[in-house]
């Protein structure tokens, strides 16, 4: 059959500006999350993680914060920068015995205007 | 310190063949992960190794299998090539495989 693609949400926003982008999750027992970026030919690169018993976790630009009681996890990038233009995925692992396993998001589309 | 290695970065095969990736984790990492990312499906999990024997498995069908070595460095397999098969093939490399994913670049499979 026919088969149909993801249909990426963009984010796009001005250079300098702040950037969110929103994550749902749907495992309940997921312990570990993780944001990747990802370029054009290129594979996912690491940005930030968090365990389940942090809600907010800080790196360069980058904060995560994570609310489990909706399920909800969000990437905040601070003075975006062209550099930054990317497909961003959420990434969850259910702890456990899911070795190696991730479940990811579907992406969401920045593109940085300069 | 060197990333995770995935050799060949592309490969272009015909229909029935069957395909060989290569993968070799950050020294030090013993756990291997393999995903299929696909515009239609995005990122998929097909399997994990640890110490040479498979952890866990994605809901792939028999014709994708893997391996893995002494040294940690991994193989995945495809045998009989389907058209549906066309995708970006990741590993990724982990201590333990509970945390800490680096990802390689990728082999681009191109089925024609």
């Known amino acids: 059959g026919e088969s149909v693609g993801l249909h990426l949400p963009t984010l796009s926003v001005q250079e300098g500006d702040n950037s969110i982008i929103n994550c749902a999750y749907s495992?309940?027992?997921?312990?570990?999350f993780i944001w990747y970026k990802q370029e054009s030919g290129k594979g996912p690169q690491f940005i930030i993680d968090?365990?389940?018993?942090?809600d907010k976790r800080q790196g360069q630009r980058v904060t995560v914060l994570l609310n489990k009681t909706v399920k909800h996890l969000s990437l905040q990038i601070a003075a975006t920068q062209p550099g930054d233009s990317a497909v961003y995925f959420c990434?969850?692992?259910?702890?456990?015995?899911?070795?190696?396993?991730?479940?990811f998001g579907q992406g969401t589309i920045l593109t940085v205007h300069p | 310190k060197a990333g995770v290695t995935q050799t060949p970065r592309y490969l272009i095969k015909t229909r029935g063949q069957q395909v060989t990736l290569s993968c070799s984790p950050i020294?030090?990492?013993?756990?291997v992960s393999w995903y299929q990312q696909t515009p239609g499906q995005g990122l998929q999990f097909l399997f994990e190794?640890?110490?040479?024997?498979?952890?866990n498995k994605g809901n792939f069908p028999g014709r994708f299998s893997g391996r893995q070595f002494s040294n940690s460095r991994s193989e995945m397999n495809v045998s009989t090539l389907e058209l549906g098969d066309s995708a970006l093939y990741l590993c990724?490399?982990?201590?333990?495989?509970?945390?800490?994913?680096?990802f390689g670049s990728g082999t681009r499979l191109t089925i024609v």
């Open positions: 990724a490399s982990s201590q333990d495989g509970n945390y800490g994913y680096t």
């Open positions: 495992n309940s027992a997921s312990d570990y």
């Open positions: 968090i365990r389940s018993n942090m």
């Open positions: 990434a969850e692992n259910a702890g456990g015995t899911s070795y190696g396993k991730l479940t």
């Open positions: 020294s030090g990492h013993r756990s």
């Open positions: 190794y640890f110490s040479e024997t498979q952890r």
